[in-house]
T-cell receptor, first 113, second 113 residues
Framework: NAGVTQTPKFRVLKTGQSMTLLCAQDMNHEYMYWYRQDPGMGLRLIHYSVGEGTTAKGEVPDGYNVSRLKKQNFLLGLESAAPSQTSVYFC????????????FGQGTRLTVV | GENVEQHPSTLSVQEGDSAVIKCTYSDSASNYFPWYKQELGKRPQLIIDIRSNVGEKKDQRIAVTLNKTAKHFSLHITETQPEDSAVYFCAASKNTGGFKTIFGAGTRLFVKA
C-alpha cells in the first residue's frame, strides 16, 4: 500500500517554464490538497479538491492551477514558473474534509532559477 | 486575517527533559487541532490530534491540551529522546463556513543526548 505518492521528487525550472506535479493516492480518499512549505512559514494551502472533477482555491492559489480528473490523482500545474515559486510542495489526502489526519506525500523540491 | 501562531520557533532540551510547544489560533470556529512531526527531509506525519469537545488527550509520552476559551493548545512531550528531534507543526481546522486548515510556522526541537 503506497499511500500518497508524488512525482517528481526534485525539479529545477527556468523562469517562464511550465510543469505539472502529479499526486496519486491509493487509499480511496475523497479529499486531496496541495501545500507549499517555505522556511518559517509552515504549510500553506494552494488548492484542494473535495472529489473527482471539483477543485477549490486555498490560501495561496495565484500562479497555480489544478485538476482532479480521476479520484486517485490530483495534478498541480505551474504555467509560467517564477522564482517566488521555489519551494517544497506537499500533496495530502484525507478521507473526510479537514477534520481528520492528513496523509502526506514525500514532497517535491522545486527550484526556479 | 485568520492565523495560527506557534512558539517557540526553536527549542533545545536535554534528553529526558520535557518539551512544550504552544499554539494560539484566531478562528473561534476551528474544531480540530492536529500535531504533525516532520523529520529532516521527510513528510509530515500526524502524532496526535484533539477535537474541540475534549480538553486533553494523551498517547504514551505525548499529550495535547486545548483551551477553547483562550484559543490555545499545547503539545507536551515527556522523557524526550534524541529521536524526538524534528520539526513539529500545529494546525487548526474547521469545516463550517467553508473548509480551512491553518498551520503554525513550526518548532524545531533539538534533543541533546
Amino acid at each position: 500500500n503506497a499511500g500518497v505518492t508524488q512525482t517528481p521528487k526534485f525539479r529545477v525550472l527556468k523562469t517562464g517554464q511550465s510543469m505539472t506535479l502529479l499526486c496519486a493516492q491509493d487509499m480511496n480518499h475523497e479529499y486531496m490538497y496541495w501545500y507549499r512549505q517555505d522556511p518559517g512559514m509552515g504549510l500553506r494551502l494552494i488548492h484542494y479538491s473535495v472529489g473527482e472533477g471539483t477543485t477549490a482555491k486555498g490560501e495561496v492559489p495565484d500562479g497555480y492551477n489544478v485538476s482532479r480528473l480521476k479520484k486517485q490523482n490530483f495534478l498541480l500545474g505551474l504555467e509560467s514558473a517564477a522564482p517566488s515559486q521555489t519551494s517544497v510542495y506537499f500533496c495530502a489526502s484525507t478521507p473526510k474534509i479537514g477534520l481528520t489526519e492528513a496523509f502526506f506525500g514525500q514532497g517535491t523540491r522545486l527550484t526556479v532559477v | 486575517g485568520e492565523n495560527v501562531e506557534q512558539h517557540p520557533s526553536t527549542l533545545s532540551v536535554q534528553e529526558g527533559d520535557s518539551a512544550v510547544i504552544k499554539c494560539t489560533y484566531s478562528d473561534s470556529a476551528s474544531n480540530y487541532f492536529p500535531w504533525y512531526k516532520q523529520e529532516l527531509g521527510k513528510r509530515p506525519q500526524l502524532i496526535i490530534d484533539i477535537r474541540s469537545n475534549v480538553g486533553e488527550k494523551k498517547d504514551q509520552r505525548i499529550a495535547v491540551t486545548l483551551n477553547k476559551t483562550a484559543k490555545h493548545f499545547s503539545l507536551h512531550i515527556t522523557e524526550t529522546q534524541p529521536e524526538d528531534s524534528a520539526v513539529y507543526f500545529c494546525a487548526a481546522s474547521k469545516n463550517t463556513g467553508g473548509f480551512k486548515t491553518i498551520f503554525g510556522a513550526g518548532t524545531r526541537l533539538f534533543v541533546k543526548a
